[in-house]
Structures are given as C-alpha cells and as structure tokens.
C-alpha cells in the first residue's frame, strides 16, 4: 500500500518541482541521476541523488508542524550518510540558476 501512496504524491506536484525536475532529469544536471520523491527507509525525500548522496528537498507553506518530524528525519538521512539541503518553491521559480548553483557548491562540499 506505500507504493500507492507514494503514486499519489507523484501526481501532485508543485510548479517548482516541476521546473526544479526539468531541469535534474535525464542526467541534465552535472552528469548526475537525479530520482524525484524517492523513498529512503521510511521517509519519502523531494529529490535524491544516490551516487553523490546528496537531497534536494523544497519548501514552501507546508512546512508548518513539521518542526518535530524534520529534525528526526534529518538526522536518519544524515545517518544514511545523505546530505539535504533545502530550497523555498519562490527560489526555484524565481532564481533556477541560482538554486542550481546552490547545488553545485553542496556537491563539491560533499566530495
């Protein structure tokens, strides 16, 4: 039943993550296999690359009560060995290069 879940959530997604995806798909970013709304144990993530280990996560009015379930969530993907960072939906619309280049300096940190 979690794949049916994680189905719905694939069809409804944001602007953002529709323009963040266009442009991570397909290996068009630095060479990289990006997967969108993946699972890693028992928490879904936003966008994930495995070979590099690295999470894209974006954020927009949703965030409330979350306060509790993000720390923990983070800190078992951390233990996964993952790094996230994180990016407002307003960002990617408004400054794509930007969170672009953003992930770019979060990739060659995490080398």
């Not at 049916?4 to 069809?11: D, E």
């Not at 699972?39 to 690359?49: L, T």
């Not at 509790?68 to 994180?86: A, E, W």
Request: hydrophobic content about 40%; charged content about 35%; glycine content about 8%.
């Amino acid at each position: 039943m979690k794949w049916f879940f994680t189905r719905k959530l694939r069809q409804s997604v944001t602007e953002a993550e529709i323009k963040l995806w266009s442009r991570l798909r397909n290996r068009n970013f630095e060479a990289l296999r990006f997967k969108r709304r993946d699972e890693i144990g028992p928490f879904e993530v936003g966008f994930v690359c495995h070979e590099v280990k690295l999470i894209i996560e974006l954020d927009g009015g949703h965030g409330v009560g979350r306060e509790i379930y993000d720390p923990k969530r983070n800190d078992f993907l951390k233990r996964q060995g993952y790094k996230v960072i994180r990016f407002w939906n307003q960002d990617v619309l408004r400054n794509i290069d930007g969170v672009l280049r953003s992930t770019k300096q979060a990739l060659s940190s995490a080398a």
